[in-house]
């Protein structure tokens, strides 16, 4: 797997401060994409021991809240395992903190696989431009969900995630 970027103390990328593993490879392509950048399966570097490392040590920060994996497309099938097995370790280390996921596949092409019961939080589908909307929180077009996995894996049906307030 490749990566282009490993972002500490996030905000942007789900509840709380977080560190954001952007991955390379992604064949949704979507229009209006943020990221195109991080569509080539090659591109980036090689994510080896010391971003592994580098990964480990800002998600182990007690201010830290989590890890989300976002990209390109974490499901990317050449990406699949080794976040799956980024995500079981993190949920080893830190049980406290939360993994979460963006992908353009939707939950009900990826809910079966061995891995995504590491999750808590996944933000589904693909974005599209023409239902582009800025009120959503996390994703960016209406069509996308945000949903609980634990939630969703214990009732079979999909349960969205709840934005928590800010506290003061």
């Known amino acids: 797997m490749n990566y282009h970027n490993i972002t ?23 229009d209006g994409c943020q ?3 991080t569509w080539d399966l090659a591109g980036g570097l090689p994510f080896d021991q010391a971003a592994e490392e580098e990964l ?6 007690p201010h830290c809240s989590g890890i989300t994996f976002s990209g390109g497309d974490p499901l990317h099938p050449f990406n699949r395992s080794e976040v799956y097995r980024l ?7 830190h049980p406290d903190k939360t993994v979460w996921a963006y ?6 092409d990826v809910k079966d696989e061995d891995g995504v019961q590491y ?13 582009n909307d800025n009120n959503i929180h996390w994703v960016g077009s209406s069509n996308q969900r945000v949903i609980n996995v634990q ?18």
Do not use: Q, Y
Request: proline share 3%; hydrophobic share 40%; charged share 30%.
């Open 87 to 93: 995500a079981k370790k993190c949920k080893e280390l």
């Open 8 to 30: 500490k103390d996030d905000m942007l990328n789900g509840d709380g401060l977080r560190v954001v593993l952007w991955v390379s490879g992604c064949t949704h392509h979507c």
């Open 151 to 168: 939630e969703t894996l214990k009732t079979g049906n999909v349960v969205l995630h709840e934005t928590k307030p800010a506290t003061k």
């Open 35 to 37: 990221n195109p950048i």
């Open 119 to 131: 999750f808590d939080v996944l933000a589904d589908g693909r974005f599209v431009k023409e239902l």
């Open 103 to 108: 992908t353009g596949f939707l939950w009900e």
């Open 56 to 61: 480990f040590e800002a998600l182990a920060k």
